[in-house]
């Protein structure tokens, strides 16, 4: 971040990139807990009874895709306050910090 501040970068550019990075975290741990989750729902539904109290463990994809959209929402929030912090460093700190 000081390096890009040093060069001439705004702190529009600082907080998008921060923000950025945070969707595409939220957006690949999301994935992966979604895909892990239908997983362990298959290996479920083929373990337990037929009878068992879960009478249909399937994930609708409106659900899923929604589920996705609300963590990624999620992941802007928290990002902001970080991002806009991480923006009012002077150059010369936040190069002094990266070290």
């Known amino acids: 971040i000081g ?4 060069l001439g970068a705004t702190p529009y550019s600082i907080i998008g990139l921060i923000v950025q990075e945070s969707v595409f975290l939220t957006f690949i741990g999301g994935y992966s ?4 989750g239908l997983l362990l729902l298959d290996v ?23 589920s996705l959209v609300l963590l990624i929402i999620g ?4 990002s902001i306050m970080p991002a806009r912090k991480a923006a009012a460093v002077s150059p010369i700190e936040a190069i002094r910090q990266e070290n």
Do not use: Q
Request: aromatic letters at 2%; a positive charge; hydrophobic letters at 55%.
């Open 75 to 78: 992941g802007i929030i928290a």
């Open 3 to 6: 390096i890009r501040k040093s």
């Open 44 to 66: 479920l539904s083929k373990v337990l009874p037929d009878d068992f109290i879960i009478l249909n463990p399937n994930v609708s994809p409106a659900v899923a895709i929604g």
């Open 33 to 36: 807990a979604l895909i892990m």
